[in-house]
């Protein structure tokens, strides 16, 4: 099985909503995540990312946060806008291998 | 400053053939990684290589092979061709384990 997963493979909302989008982990391992962006025909595009010692962090629009207890990662973007349509990966990492990304989550914004 | 270069953008393969798909990144990144992802699904890790001349496999290595001679090139090649290797083909390069990667454009790859 996959070792991180989005909880909805869809989420729609309107322009200026503020959006969020989940993902869990399952190895407890893993103690640096990241979250990606990729757009159609396009390569992932990072977007933010955190260590395991830390349960939140932000960027510009966007806050990540981790709650490891639970093993759930989620993304937050504020004031969605159409150019945020795309799909969303979380990925984890751990020492001795590399990315391993969840399925995704298509985010579509209607103005 | 280029990135993560990918070569070819397209390639159609016929069944048994075979190919190297070219990766190479100009920011000395140590950490490169190969992935594909199928219509559907995330992008699972083929192999990946820590620095020069270490490899190691990922989640779906079979049919594929890596090798690292330098810092820059990571290629993948495709051994023997099959229709189950249809497939979007990305690289991805860090710094460090702990640092975000960065992504080539891919390399769209039709086996028939």
């Known amino acids: 099985g996959e070792s991180v997963g989005l909880h909805l493979p869809t989420l729609s909302v309107q322009e200026g909503d503020n959006s969020i989008i989940n993902c869990a982990y399952s190895?407890?391992?893993?103690?640096?995540f990241i979250w990606y962006k990729q757009e159609s025909g396009k390569g992932p595009q990072f977007i933010i990312d955190i260590r395991s010692n830390m349960d939140k962090r932000q960027g510009q629009r966007v806050t990540v946060l981790l709650n490891k207890t639970v093993k759930h990662l989620s993304l937050q973007i504020a004031a969605t806008q159409p150019g945020d349509s795309a799909v969303y990966f979380c990925?984890?990492?751990?020492?001795?291998?590399?990315?391993?990304f969840g399925k995704g989550t298509t985010l579509s914004v209607s103005s | 400053n280029a990135g993560v270069t990918q070569t070819p953008k397209f390639q159609v393969l016929k069944t048994g053939q075979s190919m190297t798909l070219q990766c190479a990144q100009d920011m000395n990144h140590e950490y490169m990684s190969w992935y594909r992802q199928d219509p559907g699904m995330g992008l699972r890790l083929i192999h990946y290589s820590v620095g020069a001349g270490i490899t190691d496999q990922g989640e779906v290595p079979n049919g594929y092979n890596v090798s690292r001679s330098t810092t820059e090139d990571f290629p993948l090649r495709l051994l023997s061709a099959a229709p189950s290797q249809t497939s979007v083909y990305f690289c991805a390069s860090s710094y460090t384990r702990t640092y975000g990667y960065t992504f080539g454009s891919g390399t769209r790859l039709t086996v028939v």
């Open positions: 990925a984890e990492n751990q020492a001795g291998t590399a990315l391993i």
């Open positions: 190895n407890s391992a893993s103690d640096y």
